[in-house]
Nanobody, 122 residues
Framework: QVQLVESGGGLVQPGGSLRLSCAAS????????IGWFRQAPGKEREGVSC????????YYADSVKGRFTISRDNAKNTIYLQMNSLKPDDTAVYYC???????????????WGQGTQVTVSS
């Protein structure tokens, strides 16, 4: 049974940092690209980042480039999203999702986690 479980969200002040984790089970992480998404209240879901498993390529939305870093530990079957210099606009529920390919630019997302809330506020 494929499962993705996010953790690490919480309340943080502007300028602070959080590291989100996405624990995968039921499949081998090293065979799939994994993406991070977020959705704020009243807004559409936004793609934040993606990590390809075959060539190590990573992708970031312009809104987070230079502040967020995606990484993976295939041995632990876990994907991380390090978020630095957080802004109130980063407040959202963050989700990880599995792609049907090893590459972020190929395929589609087929499994999603339940999400973790990130709130950036003073």
């Amino acid at each position: 049974q494929v499962q993705l479980v996010e953790s690490g969200g919480g309340l943080v002040q502007p300028g602070g940092s959080l590291r989100l984790s996405c624990a995968a089970s039921g499949f081998t992480l090293g065979y799939y690209a994994i993406g991070w998404f977020r959705q704020a209240p009243g807004k559409e879901r936004e793609g934040v980042s993606c990590s390809s498993s075959s060539d190590g390529s990573t992708y970031y939305a312009d809104s987070v480039k230079g502040r967020f870093t995606i990484s993976r530990d295939n041995a632990k079957n876990t994907i991380y999203l390090q978020m630095n210099s957080l802004k109130p606009d980063d407040t959202a529920v963050y989700y990880c999702a599995r792609r049907t390919s090893r590459l972020c630019r190929v395929g589609e997302y087929d499994y999603w986690g339940q999400g973790t809330q990130v709130t950036v506020s003073s």
